[in-house]
């Protein structure tokens, strides 16, 4: 059973603080990595995306990825209430553009 | 610009009655997907289309059908519902980058 685990949460962060958000995948064949932004009651949203070892960085987003260690990160800079929702982790898991989503880490931010 | 649109938004169906949640989306994708998402349960693959013509079971296929007639429409259906189908259901298409567009869910109640 290929997995993707993260910790529930809730984790909350003050208004301007850095969040970080941690994903682990047992996969090691994996080689595509992705992070959605769900709001309570929405679909997902993609806003990043990580293929090979290292930091991206889109705005206020960075995305982490240790392909030795199985671990991807989500760094948002300078959090706002807007970043208030579920992110989830997910990666590619056997062909056709398939993945597996982690549960989501709930994040809050505190104004 | 619809993306993917899926209709009903909300439905309560009585258990052993049959129903078919539609998808179809506007962006000349490849790949579509139905998932279903469970509280505090992440995104679970029921069944997934590579084409017109071929579809392939996730991991949660049992209760389920689909069918892929054309590269816009990808309906599910679901017979004979039960308690543990209750959820939200989401279709996503993608154009073969794994990055999903989502359609704005199905939430689904069967009592």
């Known amino acids: 059973q290929k997995e993707v685990e993260q910790n529930s949460g809730p984790l909350s962060v003050p208004e301007g603080a850095i969040a970080s958000l941690n994903c682990t995948y047992s996969d090691r064949g994996s080689q595509s990595f992705f992070w959605y932004r769900q709001y309570s009651g929405k679909s997902p949203e993609l806003i990043m995306s990580i293929y090979s070892n290292g930091d991206k960085e889109d705005g206020r987003f960075t995305a982490q990825l240790n392909k030795a260690s199985q671990y991807v990160s989500l760094l948002i800079r300078d959090s706002q209430p807007s970043d208030s929702a579920t992110y989830l982790c997910a990666a590619d898991s056997g062909g056709y553009q398939k993945v597996t989503f982690g549960t989501g880490t709930k994040l809050q931010v505190i104004p | 610009n619809a993306g993917v649109t899926q209709t009903p938004k909300f439905r309560i169906l009585k258990i052993g009655q049959s129903m078919t949640l539609q998808c179809t989306q506007d962006?000349?994708?490849?790949?579509m997907y139905w998932y279903r998402q469970d509280p505090g349960m992440g995104l679970k693959l029921i069944y997934y289309s590579v084409g017109a013509g071929i579809t392939d079971k996730g991991e949660v296929p049992n209760g389920y059908n689909v069918s892929r007639s054309t590269t816009e429409d990808f309906p599910l259906r679901l017979e004979l519902a039960a308690p543990s189908q209750t959820s939200v259901y989401f279709c996503?298409?993608?154009?073969?980058?794994?990055?999903?567009?989502f359609g704005q869910g199905t939430r689904l109640t069967v009592v």
């Open positions: 962006m000349n994708h490849n790949y």
């Open positions: 996503a298409s993608s154009p073969g980058t794994a990055e999903a567009f």
